[in-house]
């Protein structure tokens, strides 16, 4: 299975995925991951990329696919990936078709997790993460069950300071702008499969689940 999730900032892209991993281990390829990974090794699309960092510039695309690429030619992606956070926009995603058609590897379908734009803010600005961990958290629908610690290690939860109304007002609307346009470029690929992300994270999951399993992990 070979899946892109898509979905607005908050939307639980994320809890999905991590759930995805568990229940059929296949990895989960973020760029961020990659790209904290590759200047940390210091390889050399991670040194081209902290070049960019520290110039203020953003990370090229062929930057990008390529450190995509590199990671899709590990073995534990025989049997499929996920992938978050890549494309954001149509030249991305036609890049992205275009090196995954060459490898013989497209995607086989597009989640798109759908969320109203006001459960959102409140679901970001309700939430706080583990330093230790990244286990999430909403204060609202999914508290811990001890003030700011962790269920899952004991850590000490922490709310980003950028999870304000302001800043997720503004991250919407490049979503808005720049990456749902996606949504029309997957259904014209007849890949594209919409479900409702409002909702507890199990109970989604069985949605995605009944996506996934059309197609044979192989």
Request: proline share 4%.
């Amino acid at each position: 299975m070979r899946i892109l999730l898509l979905g607005a900032p908050g939307a639980g892209k994320g809890s999905q995925a991590k759930k995805l991993i568990q229940k059929y281990n296949i990895p989960q390829i973020s760029t961020g991951d990659l790209l904290r990974a590759a200047v940390a090794a210091g390889t050399s699309l991670g040194i081209q990329a902290k070049s960019a960092i520290d110039a203020g510039e953003l990370v090229s695309d062929d930057i990008v696919l390529g450190m995509i690429k590199q990671r899709l030619s590990e073995p534990d992606t025989l049997n499929g990936f996920i992938l978050d956070g890549f494309p954001r926009n149509l030249a991305q995603a036609n890049a992205l078709d275009t090196m995954l058609n060459e490898l013989s590897i497209p995607l086989e379908t597009t989640i798109l997790i759908d969320v109203a734009d006001d459960k959102i803010i409140e679901r970001i600005v309700n939430r706080e993460s583990c330093a230790d961990c990244g286990q999430m958290f909403n204060l609202i629908s999914a508290p811990p069950k001890e003030t700011h610690i962790c269920d899952a290690c004991g850590g000490e939860l922490t709310h980003r300071a950028d999870d304000n109304i302001e800043t997720v007002s503004k991250r919407l609307d490049v979503y808005r702008e720049q990456t749902m346009p996606l949504i029309d470029y997957y259904d014209k690929q007849n890949k594209m499969i919409k479900i409702n992300g409002d909702g507890k994270v199990d109970d989604i999951f069985v949605c995605v689940m009944s996506i996934v399993e059309q197609y044979e992990v192989h």
